[in-house]
């Protein structure tokens, strides 16, 4: 889960929670209901908004039609998905009712 703020130009992640893979698999990935319930409260105290998910594939970063449709519900969130088969990182978000690949910059 990616906390941190954003403005009409960029989202700025400031806070990282791990979540374990409640489904326990390597191709599907669901958020347990609590911890993401925690987490997100935790951030609302700190002023943090949830701004965005990553998760890795071992496929193409680009979102799988299960990620399509989980980004449909939350369309204002960025995905942010990793490959472990060449190593790309790339995000998306859904912007009127298209998904749209968004800049992405790691800083230390
Ligand atoms: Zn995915």
Same mark, same amino acid.
């Not at 489904?23 to 105290?45: G, T």
């Given at each position: 889960?990616?906390?941190?703020?954003?403005?009409?130009?960029?989202?700025? @992640?400031?806070? #990282? @929670? #791990?979540?374990?893979? /409640?489904?326990?698999?390597?191709?599907?990935?669901?958020?347990?209901?609590?911890?993401?319930?925690?987490?997100?409260?935790?951030?609302?105290?700190?002023?943090?908004?949830?701004?965005?998910?990553?998760?890795?594939?071992?496929?193409?970063?680009?979102?799988?039609?299960?990620?399509?449709?989980?980004? /449909?519900?939350?369309?204002?969130?960025?995905?942010?998905?990793?490959?472990?088969?060449?190593? /790309?990182?790339?995000?998306?978000?859904?912007?009127?009712?298209? #998904?749209?690949?968004?800049?992405?910059?790691?800083?230390?």
């Amino acid at each position: 889960m990616l906390f941190g703020a954003t403005t009409r130009r960029e989202a700025v @992640v400031k806070k #990282v @929670v #791990v979540a374990s893979n /409640k489904l326990q698999s390597n191709i599907r990935f669901e958020i347990d209901p609590e911890a993401f319930v925690c987490a997100f409260f935790e951030a609302e105290r700190e002023g943090l908004d949830l701004i965005g998910l990553f998760h890795s594939h071992p496929a193409p970063a680009t979102p799988s039609s299960v990620d399509l449709e989980c980004m /449909k519900l939350w369309a204002s969130l960025i995905w942010l998905i990793f490959s472990s088969v060449d190593g /790309k990182l790339a995000g998306y978000q859904m912007k009127n009712g298209k #998904v749209v690949e968004v800049t992405t910059k790691v800083e230390p």
